[in-house]
């Protein structure tokens, strides 16, 4: 295969993870822009998306820690995930739905966008 072929095939490559990333991170800045976030840019800065949803939860930031260790942070995704539902006044069991992929940024834009998620006073 000649040079230029694989560098197209690299380049379509990471636009379409490019691409990916951005739609993941439209609904935790949009999640942070309802909640009134000073910061909602850091959506799309990996390890900040992270301390971002944190923050949005309610949660401590050792939370953060958790998140890097095996098995806990599934766990802790619930957890996160369960805060995520309290603060847009959601059943808990949204919470759940994180473990599930494509169904939890599902569940993300629905807490960004949806019309009916009221976010509760903090």
């Not at 390890?47 to 930031?61: K, Y």
Request: proline share 5%.
């Amino acid at each position: 295969m000649s040079d230029f072929a694989q560098a197209m095939g690299l380049s379509i490559v990471l636009m379409i993870a490019l691409v990916i990333y951005i739609v993941g991170s439209l609904p935790v800045m949009a999640m942070a822009r309802r909640v009134g976030h000073d910061m909602p840019w850091l959506a799309f800065i990996p390890i900040a998306q992270m301390w971002l949803l944190i923050d949005i939860a309610g949660r401590d930031w050792w939370c953060l820690l958790l998140m890097f260790v095996p098995f806990v942070n599934l766990g802790v995704s619930v957890w996160i995930g369960m805060g995520l539902a309290d603060t847009f006044n959601q059943p808990q069991w949204l919470g759940i739905l994180m473990l599930v992929p494509l169904v939890n940024l599902a569940v993300l834009y629905y807490f960004g966008f949806g019309a009916n998620t009221n976010v509760l006073e903090q």
